[in-house]
């Protein structure tokens, strides 16, 4: 490791100074050609307050072209690699590859319209309400270089004046009378095209939800006239075009409900609207208000009643559109979902929803080969044989079954840590609706699920045991909306049998009961709920995401049964102890965007699980760890804690088996674009595991008032390549803080010796990982 982390260093130090040395020069140029290398735009208005002529000039700025080529400290990596990179003779390879895709082509003095982008200032300015705008440009160039100013004085800012919705006597003018008192033009507010545009908008989404099917936001103008005041306001009157087709003006409703669920475009002959010709509703299988055209009954047509929200005689509305086909893909069984809406009887404004549905294969078989490595010192390899069934009993409920088989080696690391093999076969049921004995509503775009699964694992830990894990559950998972998930098992049951338990093992854990109930038999039984809230997916500044996660196991039973491990009386289903307990975790991050480029991504985990009643302790498999490549990345895999217990004390196999009943880890990235690809990090972990309970095997492992005292920390740097397709991570990290050092001698940086080869191969530790940490 230590010639590997000794190369990636050599390499990085070079490679920065060819940068150095090549990326700010302009050799490349040819006779008369500068490198464009920027533009910006100075404010000539004093009289504008400070906030809103910096806001003004980013703007503006925003909408200059082209930009100039992308840097990284002042340096332009992309330029360099097109620089001396030679033309490619084909459209692919790695030359090509190297020169369009991580390449830059050179932005040129010559290829900036500078007479464009002082017109586009100007109108830009204008839409702001700066009606007297004018700007002017200057070129700035020096050894081969140019830059260009843009000075513009807007002129005072117009504001809105009186604001009026024209009225009439139709229906639908009395539709936008009813939406003016939540309209977005306010008097005094800044005149403001794009506020405009979005009151616009405004009221065609409303109106949609009217039945206004055929209204467009095109059909409303908003005149303005700014002669009426001489204190810079501007009066504007909103009202519908005088060409606005009848149609538009015309609320519909629903007819018949048409769903066509085998529809292929290939086999089927199309009519007006790109609907099936010769549609006879009278062969079709009439399901409450809906026609089902299935005549190879695929489908059982009440899947379609709950997720349609049209009926006869509704009047249209777009949410109940959008909801209804967002439901459709959401059922996972059909490929593509078209829908159509016909006039059927324009006297008395109805028409005719079609639904037009693809299946997707409904059956697939996939082979999976994976391989991994990890921070505890294991690399190895895993296949997955995948058999799906999207349609398995008419419903488009979804089976899917797998077979796998894995293993792991121990490549360094211990002598004595012991090779892992894995082996087993699971299925999952997944039913689109709420299979219970009450009746659940949901309005969400997303179809409910009863998800019912049971599997079976092998795990083979060669030279020490073997264990035998069952599997089994029953549960609901339903979504409220796009960033709120509900998991709820009313049963989780697992049981894990030991088997092949050798001598070595006994040997070594004979004196260590911590180590000997690894391999008791475990059962654990019990409801387990977990609440999901998300808003990554937003273009915000700043987004958050949460899980939290409560499981409870045996309390039913321990209730009933009065079992009391602490007092010898333990009780037994068919021959093993339950185990009772309640556990919670929370997984909390928020992510702060500082611009396209940098962001700022932090993690808070908090757990804790207390044994009661019929147990004493958390099983093995249900208790926290920390370490690794996903969690605190100066400290391998399960190495760190219980507090200050120091794992190094075992025996090498277990130097990887350290687990806690108490969970606390903070992690903070600050993440940086580069270009392309290739990005970086640094990176600060902090945290620990505990005991609820004190054991005397491991010392120092109970949670404590000194608990602050017995907090690990560690940095590093990461970078990560971002292929699209998978980020492949590389985190190099140290410790700077060690929980099991001697107590007030924890903090690691008088220790630290990067001259020293053993000390680089005991502190630094280089994680390799696909995707982001968090």
Known sequence: MGKIQTYIRSLLVSGFAVLISSCSNTKYLNEGEMLFTGAEVKIENDSLPRKERKELKEQLEDNLTPKPNSSFLGLRPKLLFYNITKEPEKDKGLRYWMKYRLGEEPVLLQDVDRDFNREILVNYSENKGYFNANASYDTISKNKKAEIIYTVNPGPRYRLGLVEYEKDSTLINEEIQNLTDKSLLKTDEPFDLDVIKAERERID????????????????????????????????????????????????????????????????????????????????????????????????????????????????????????????????????????????????HKFDAYYLLTPRELQSLRLEALGRTNSANYAGSELNLNWTHRNIFRGAEQLKVAVFGAFDVQMGGPKDAANIFRAGANAQLSIPRIVAPFRFQSSSAFVPRTNISIGYEFMNRTELYTLNNFNASFGYLWKENERKEHDLKIIDITYVSPANVTEKFDSISENNPFMQRIVEPQLIFGPIYSYTYTNTMLPKKNTIYYRGRLDLAGNLAGLISGGNAKEGNQKEIFGVPFSQYAKIEND????????????????????????????????????????????????????????????????????FDQSGDVKLELNAEYRLNLFNFLNLAVFADAGNIWLVNEDPDRPGGKFSKDWLDEIAVGAGLGLRMDFSI????????MPLRVPYFEKGDRWAFDKIDFSSSQWRRDNLILNIAIGYPF
Do not use: C, W
């Not at 204190?231 to 048409?258: C, G, M, R």
């Open 205 to 348: 989404r409303n109106l949609k939800e009217r039945g206004f099917y055929y209204f467009s936001p095109e059909n409303i103008i908003v005149q303005a006239d700014s002669t009426v005041s001489n204190d810079h306001k501007v009066d504007v009157n909103v009202k519908l075009k005088d060409d606005t087709p009848q149609l538009a003006k015309e609320q519909f409703t629903i007819d018949k409900v048409i769903v066509f669920p085998n529809y292929n475009i290939d086999e089927v002959k199309l009519g007006r609207y790109g609907i099936p010709a010769h549609i006879d509703t009278i062969s079709a299988y009439k399901y409450e208000d809906i026609y089902v055209m299935d005549h190879d009954n695929k489908f059982k047509p009440k899947i379609f009643d709950r997720a349609l929200y049209f009926k006869t005689g509704d009047l249209y509305n777009r949410s109940d559109h959008n909801l209804t086909l967002s439901r459709l893909i959401n059922l996972g069984v059909f490929k593509f979902v078209k829908n159509e809406f016909v006039v059927s009887d324009s006297a008395n």
């Open 588 to 655: 909390f991050r928020f992510y702060h965007k500082l611009d396209d480029k940098n962001s700022i991504a932090t993690r808070l985990i908090a757990g804790v699980a207390y044994p009661y009643g019929n147990s004493e302790h958390i099983p093995f498999s249900r208790q926290f760890f920390i370490g690794g490549s996903n969690s605190i990345r100066a400290f391998r895999a399960r190495t760190l804690g219980p507090g200050s217990f120091d794992p190094r004390t075992l025996d090498n196999a277990f130097f």
């Open 726 to 733: 998978l980020i492949l991570r590389l985190d190099l990290a």
